[in-house]
């Protein structure tokens, strides 16, 4: 089992940058492969970004590129999504995803992840 714990969410203005985390407890987060997705109201729950375990391997969606970054620390169980940017149309809970990694991972599908953290409000002001 893991435990993720989102935070540094919170409200920015446009062109603003703001860095979530998530933290891991529970068996090593280094063998897990990790996304960020978001779900903006009234809408479907959508990928943003992913990373393979040992952090070789990106997946980020079109909306993104170029503005958000995704990282992780195992060293400190940790994953980051660096948001440089943002935009109006960013405004969504985020959630923080993981699981083992797996032969044929993409990334960018919420069925390839079975542990998801609760969420943090990134609301972006024009």
């Known amino acids: 089992q893991v435990q993720l714990v989102e935070s540094g969410g919170g409200l920015v203005q446009a062109g603003g940058s703001l860095r979530l985390s998530c933290a891991a407890s529970?068996?090593?987060?280094?063998?897990?492969?990790m996304g960020w997705f978001r779900q903006a109201p009234g809408k479907e729950r959508e990928i943003v970004a992913a990373?393979?375990?040992?952090?070789?391997?990106?997946y980020y969606a079109d909306s993104v590129k170029g503005r958000f970054t995704i990282s992780r620390d195992n060293a400190k169980n940790t994953g980051y999504l660096q948001m440089n940017s943002l935009k109006p149309e960013d405004t969504a809970v985020y959630y923080c995803a993981a699981d083992a990694a797996r032969s044929g991972w993409r990334g960018d599908y919420e069925w390839e992840y079975n542990y998801w953290g609760q969420g943090t409000q990134v609301t972006v002001s024009s």
């Open positions: 529970g068996r090593s987060f280094s063998s897990y492969t």
């Open positions: 990373l393979s375990s040992r952090g070789r391997v990106t």
